[in-house]
């Protein structure tokens, strides 16, 4: 089992920034993808962000690409969600993940989720 805690959302104006921490236990880091999803009120979760193991590999969504920055500390097990030049539609839930594969589509571990409010 991985356990992950989110932190670092928030009420924040649009075109300010936050960054988001994931904090993992239980495992080996080091041996899991990250992820960061979204869900705004009355939508599907999406995706935003992927890092693998080493941080050598990194995914963004069209909708966020430019604008936010994940990155990971594997000796601090933890993984993070730099975001700049928010905005309105940004606003959502978001969870990090876990995986052992970098291209899993559905991503094994969950945490329970930070509230950002981007207001305009």
């Known amino acids: 089992q991985v356990q992950l805690v989110e932190s670092g959302g928030g009420l924040v104006q649009a075109g300010g920034s936050l960054r988001l921490s994931c904090a993992a236990s239980?495992?080996?880091?080091?041996?899991?993808?990250m992820g960061w999803f979204r869900q705004a009120p009355g939508k599907e979760r999406e995706i935003v962000s992927l890092?693998?193991?080493?941080?050598?590999?990194?995914y963004y969504s069209d909708s966020v690409k430019g604008r936010f920055t994940i990155s990971r500390d594997n000796a601090k097990n933890t993984v993070y969600l730099q975001m700049t030049t928010l905005k309105p539609e940004d606003t959502a839930d978001y969870y990090c993940?876990?995986?052992?594969?970098?291209?899993?589509?559905?991503?094994?571990?969950w945490g329970q989720g930070t509230q950002v409010t981007v207001s305009s």
């Open positions: 239980g495992r080996t880091f080091s041996n899991y993808a």
């Open positions: 890092i693998n193991w080493n941080g050598a590999r990194t």
């Open positions: 993940a876990a995986d052992r594969f970098y291209e899993s589509t559905v991503y094994d571990y």
